[in-house]
């Protein structure tokens, strides 16, 4: 083979490499966008159930994630999975189902149940089922069981219709959101640790892994941005009334959704005195902001 041959074919894979990287880019770009209009789904005006916007955000966050692009990655096929080659997403998926977990056991213990009241029984399922192992490929797989947590979700929404009125409405009391906020704070802590990580394993931190600490935090931050901008609708009232608290909520989502669709299209972990970005610590910055006036909106909530 020729030099100008040899030269034309790496050059050729080259361009293929670079072409891939750009498609996934963008395609993941697109892909953090959730498609969930709650203006449109619940009307300004129009009262909607207490509980219904919540539970219907996350419902469509994790349909979104089954759906769209590749589906669920964590627990894909080894040649194609989460340790090789387009991790990005996987790394995201594996923040946004444990903020899921969280989010839904809050909901099933707190914020629709008051002292010795049952459990919705449609929450029980849906925390049951969201807590299958997010590695697991059959028998049974990742994904059946989180299309089972979306439906029971989407059942306990039927559930709060007033013809059938066999679901557990949100009791909107302050004492039982703050349990969320506590463990939304705790999964921020979380992200802040990991993202100012200098060494994973017992080794230092290696280029190729900063991304996953980046990705995961994201999925924190998705989560917890959407969900925050639910629980402004389900709690309009008492925010309308308490115009500080109504600020931070709004203050609290943007930041977060900020976090959420940050995209480079490569993860640079620069020095702080250097010329490349640390994309690490921009992400840490929303979400550090984003906890502390969470911090706040708990003090509010106490009063």
Known sequence: MSIRRLFNRWVGLLLV??????????????????????????????PAPPGAVLATTLAAIMDHELRDGFGWRPNDFFLWGPTLWADNNSNRQLGIIQALRETV????????????????????????????????LWFPSAESRYREGVRYLN??????????????PITQRHMELLRLFMTWGDLLGDAHAELYRDEL???????????DL???????????????????????????????????????????????????????????????????????????????????????LEK
């Open 155 to 168: 059942e306990y929404v039927r559930g709060l219709e007033p013809a059938l009125g066999t679901s557990k």
């Open 17 to 46: 490499w670079v072409l891939a990287i750009v498609v996934l880019h963008l395609g993941q770009k697109r892909h953090n966008l959730l498609p969930l209009d709650l203006a449109q789904r619940f009307p300004v005006g129009e």
């Open 105 to 136: 056991r809050i909901m099933k213990d707190n914020l629709t149940k008051v002292s010795s009241d049952a459990f919705d029984p449609n929450l029980v399922q849906a925390d049951l089922m969201f807590r299958n192992d997010e590695r697991k």
């Open 201 to 211: 394993g017992g080794h230092p931190l290696r280029p190729w892994e900063t991304d």
């Open 214 to 300: 980046f990705y995961h935090a994201q999925g924190y931050a998705h989560v917890i941005g959407h969900c925050m901008e639910a629980l402004e609708r389900e709690y309009a009232q008492s925010l309308a009334e308490r115009k500080v608290l109504a600020t931070l909520f709004d203050e609290v989502a943007r930041s977060l959704l900020t976090a959420a669709t940050l995209k480079p299209i490569v993860i640079l972990d620069g020095s702080p005195a250097g010329i490349f970005a640390n994309h690490r610590r921009n992400l840490d910055a929303s979400i550090t902001e984003a906890r502390q006036k969470m911090y706040t909106i708990r003090e509010e």
